[in-house]
């Protein structure tokens, strides 16, 4: 079963729109993290934010904002007034302790182009 | 700061053969992880080191083997290369474990093509 969706495959909207990025998260665990990364063309990743499950306040950082809702499981992703330098591929990802050993699980991601 | 440094960038490599991805970092982080990503997934975990001499399975160990000889090295080998290990590979590190308090840092990656 896959841990994390990212049912958006990909999207496209127009300069200046607005844009959620959604993801589901599946685990039993009471504590774990979330976290959103951005992938641009270049193929670097790049560390956008990190949620504890202990924490649910939304959070907003200039024109990024993330909806963090553990009754529907839900870590959603805003972007504000898209620019051009916002098109990349931007995956959720799911930080959970097991007796095993920690595993970090990436959403398949979404690609997102803004068009000028 | 150098940060997380990968070597080589891009690699082609006959079915069989082997290799050693290098992966080292600058920033005394005790955390260190090796993903790789499949076109158009997310990234899976291969292998995890949580200091010098301790290494530990993620998600898709197999074919793959890690050593942490040292805090700032950890280099992944891939001994008998075959075509599904074709992919990119990241490598990742962090002050704490999957970086719960402090991100993880991600190398550039390294696009590795088994012909």
Not at chain 1, 32 to 60: A, T
Not at chain 2, 13 to 28: F, P, R, V
């Amino acid at each position: 079963a896959q841990k994390v969706t990212q049912a958006q495959t990909e999207i496209s909207v127009v300069e200046k729109e607005d844009v959620t990025l959604d993801c589901v998260y599946e685990t039993r665990d009471t504590t774990y993290y979330l976290f959103w990364y951005k992938q641009p063309p270049s193929g670097e990743l790049v560390f956008l934010i990190r949620r504890n499950s202990f924490d649910e306040q939304n959070e907003i950082s200039g024109r990024y904002s993330w909806n963090f809702q553990k009754s529907t499981s839900s870590f959603n992703f805003t972007i504000t007034a898209s620019q051009v330098v916002d098109s990349a591929v931007y995956f959720c990802a799911l930080s959970e302790a097991k007796s095993t050993g920690n595993q970090f699980y990436f959403g398949t991601g979404t690609s997102l182009t803004v068009i000028p | 700061n150098a940060g997380v440094t990968q070597t080589p960038k891009f690699r082609i490599l006959k079915i069989g053969q082997s290799m050693t991805l290098q992966c080292a970092q600058d920033m005394n982080h005790n955390y260190m992880y090796w993903y790789r990503q499949d076109p158009g997934m997310g990234l899976k975990l291969i292998y995890y080191s949580v200091g010098a001499g301790i290494t530990d399975k993620g998600e898709v160990p197999n074919g793959y083997n890690v050593s942490r000889s040292t805090t700032e090295d950890f280099p992944l080998r891939l001994e008998l290369a075959a075509p599904s290990q074709t992919s990119v590979y990241f490598c990742a590190s962090s002050r704490d474990l999957q970086g719960a308090r402090q991100p993880q840092h991600f190398g550039d990656g390294t696009r590795l093509s088994i012909l």
